[in-house]
C-alpha cells in the first residue's frame, strides 16, 4: 500500500511538472507571437521562445559553456529543419535568428529595414554617442571622417615599424621568462601598445598600465546580463568604463592644454587629435562625450580581436607542425628575397604572405572571436517566406555559419588549404561583420596578426603547458589558462 502511495505522488508530481512546464513554455509564445494577430503569426519561422523571462538563455549558455558551443545551433537544424531561420528569445528581447550565408547577407547588407541591435549591456558600457549608438546616418560621416587613418594596407604601412618595435620587443621578453607566461594576457598588452599609440598619439605611455585591466573588466560585461548588482559581470564592467571615461577625459584636457605645442605630428598626433578638430556641415565639432565613446569602442575592438587571433593562429600551427613547417618557409623565403639593406619588413613583403593570410583566415573562421551580429528590424520583414517582425531582435550567427558542414567540409579542421584559390561566398565569411558597418579595424587587425607572425615563426616556438586543455568561449573562444606556455627562442 505504502508503494502504491508513493506511486500515485511520484505520478502526480510528475504531472504537475509537466503541466507547469508545457504552460510555462507558451507564456513567451502567447505574449509575443499570439499578440501578432494571426495572419502573422502563422508567417513567423519555426522555433520556441523558451521560458518567461529567461527565454531561451538556458539552452545558450549550456551549449557555450560545454566542449561544444555549435550544439545551439545544430539543435536548432535538427529540430527546425535548415531553414537558415528560427526565432527565439535570448538576451532579454524576442528575436530571429539566421544562420546560412544567404539569410545573414540578407540582413547584414540591408540598412534600410535593419538597424543595430546590441543587448542593453553593450549599448550601455560603449556608450549612446559610440558607434553602436548613433543613427545610420551618423554612423555615416563618423566612420568616414574618423577611419582613414586605420582602413587599407596603405594607410597603415606608417605604422608597420612601431608594431615591429612593439613585437620584437615582447617575444625577446617573452623568451627570456624562466617561467611560463599567459600567451593571451602577453598578446593583448602588445596589440594594446599598439592601438593606443594610432589613437592616442603621445598620451599613449602614460596611461598604458592604468586603463589594462579597465579593459578587460569591460569586455566581460558586454554580453552579460545588464544586472548592476555586485557579482555580477555588468556591475563590474560599469565600473571598469567610468574609470576609462575619466582616464579618457584627463587625456583630452592635456591634448587640449598643449594645443601647439604639438610639434612632431608623425610621432606624437593620434586619432584624438582628429576628432578633436573634425567638425561637420555646420562647422559644429564633436562634443567630449562623443569623442570619449568612439575611443572606448576603438581601443576596445582594437586589441581584442588582434590578440585572440595572433594566439589561436600560434596554437593550431604547432597542432599541425606540417603547417607549421609551411608557414615558416614562406616566411624565410620573403625574408631570403629582400635587399640586404633592408631593415624591416614592407607592405610589398606583407603583401607576398599569401600562405600566412590562409592561415589568418582560418583562424578567423574556426575560432569565431563574434558568435553573433546584432540588429534590430526597423518595419515587418520577409525573408525567404519568413516573417521577422518589426521590433524583433535579428542574430546574425556568424559562428553557425562558420561552423556548418554544408559551407566548409570538416569544419572543426584547422585547413588553409580550403582558401586556395577561393573567394568567399557573400555572407559565408564573417569575422569582421558585413555591409556598411563592418569593422572598420579589419584591416589593422589583420596587418598586427601578419607582423606578429613573421617574427614569430622565424625566431621562436611555443610549448603549451596544458595543450588540447578546455576552452571557456564566452565572451570570446580562449584556453582556459589563457594560453599558458614557454615563448623559446629558435636557431
Known amino acids: 500500500m505504502d508503494t502504491d502511495i508513493v506511486g500515485l505522488i511520484l505520478a502526480l508530481l510528475l504531472g504537475t511538472y509537466v503541466l507547469l512546464f508545457g504552460f510555462l513554455k507558451k507564456v513567451n509564445e502567447w505574449r509575443y507571437v499570439s499578440s501578432l494577430g494571426d495572419h502573422k503569426k502563422h508567417h513567423l519561422p519555426p522555433g520556441d521562445m523558451g521560458w518567461p523571462i529567461f527565454g531561451n538563455m538556458w539552452s545558450f549558455l549550456k551549449a557555450f559553456k560545454s566542449k561544444d558551443p555549435d550544439t545551439f545551433i545544430h539543435n536548432l537544424v535538427k529540430r527546425y529543419g535548415r531553414t537558415g531561420i528560427y526565432k527565439t528569445y535570448l538576451f532579454g528581447s524576442p528575436s530571429i535568428i539566421v544562420c546560412t550565408p544567404e539569410t545573414c547577407r540578407k540582413v547584414l547588407a540591408d540598412d534600410e529595414q535593419f538597424g543595430l541591435g546590441y543587448p542593453s549591456s553593450t549599448m550601455r558600457l560603449t556608450g549612446k554617442r559610440s558607434f553602436h549608438g548613433v543613427s545610420r546616418s551618423e554612423h555615416k560621416h563618423l566612420r568616414r571622417l574618423t577611419t582613414s587613418p586605420i582602413n587599407g594596407h596603405e594607410a597603415l604601412s606608417m605604422y608597420i615599424e612601431y608594431i615591429e618595435d612593439i613585437v620584437m620587443q615582447g617575444l625577446s621578453e617573452w623568451a627570456s621568462m624562466k617561467e611560463p607566461i599567459e600567451l593571451l594576457k602577453e598578446m593583448r598588452r602588445v596589440a594594446f601598445k599598439v592601438i593606443t599609440h594610432i589613437f592616442l598619439g603621445s598620451s599613449a605611455e602614460s596611461i598604458l598600465g592604468s586603463v589594462e585591466k579597465h579593459y578587460t573588466d569591460l569586455n566581460y560585461g558586454l554580453k552579460s546580463a545588464a544586472i548592476n548588482v555586485p557579482g555580477f559581470a555588468f556591475y563590474k564592467a560599469l565600473k571598469a568604463r567610468n574609470m576609462l571615461v575619466k582616464i579618457l577625459q584627463d587625456v583630452l584636457d592635456e591634448r587640449r592644454g598643449k594645443g601647439s605645442q604639438v610639434i612632431d605630428e608623425n610621432e606624437k598626433r593620434g586619432m584624438i587629435d582628429l576628432l578633436m578638430e573634425i567638425e561637420d556641415e555646420n562647422g559644429k565639432k564633436l562634443q567630449d562625450e562623443d569623442i570619449i565613446d568612439l575611443l572606448l569602442v576603438f581601443l576596445l ?26 608557414a615558416k618557409e614562406e616566411q624565410q623565403e620573403i625574408l631570403k628575397k629582400r635587399p640586404s639593406t633592408q631593415k624591416g619588413l614592407t607592405l610589398k613583403d606583407i603583401r607576398e604572405m599569401n600562405y600566412l593570410q590562409k592561415v589568418i583566415d582560418e583562424t578567423l573562421r574556426r575560432t569565431s572571436l563574434s558568435f553573433s551580429n546584432f540588429r534590430e528590424a526597423k ?14 531582435k535579428v542574430l546574425v550567427w556568424n559562428r553557425g555559419v562558420h561552423m556548418d558542414p554544408q559551407v566548409y567540409s570538416n569544419p572543426k579542421e ?25 569593422c572598420p579595424g579589419a584591416d589593422l587587425a589583420k596587418l598586427e596578426i601578419s607582423i606578429f607572425l613573421h617574427y614569430f615563426l622565424l625566431n621562436y616556438k611555443l610549448e603549451q603547458i596544458n595543450p588540447g586543455g578546455p576552452i571557456v568561449y564566452l565572451p570570446l573562444p580562449r584556453p582556459m589558462d589563457n594560453c599558458l606556455a614557454k615563448v623559446m627562442k629558435v636557431k
Do not use: T
Not at 415 to 429: E, I, M, V
Open 301 to 326: 575592438a582594437g586589441h581584442e580581436s588582434s590578440a585572440h587571433a595572433a594566439m589561436w593562429a600560434i596554437i593550431y600551427l604547432h597542432d599541425h607542425p606540417e603547417l607549421l613547417q609551411k
Open 379 to 392: 518595419v515587418d520583414v520577409n525573408i525567404n517566406g519568413y516573417l521577422i517582425p518589426k521590433g524583433w
Open 414 to 438: 584547422f585547413l588553409p588549404a580550403r582558401w586556395d584559390n577561393c573567394k568567399p561566398k557573400a555572407g559565408s565569411f564573417l569575422p569582421f561583420g558585413a555591409g556598411s558597418r563592418i
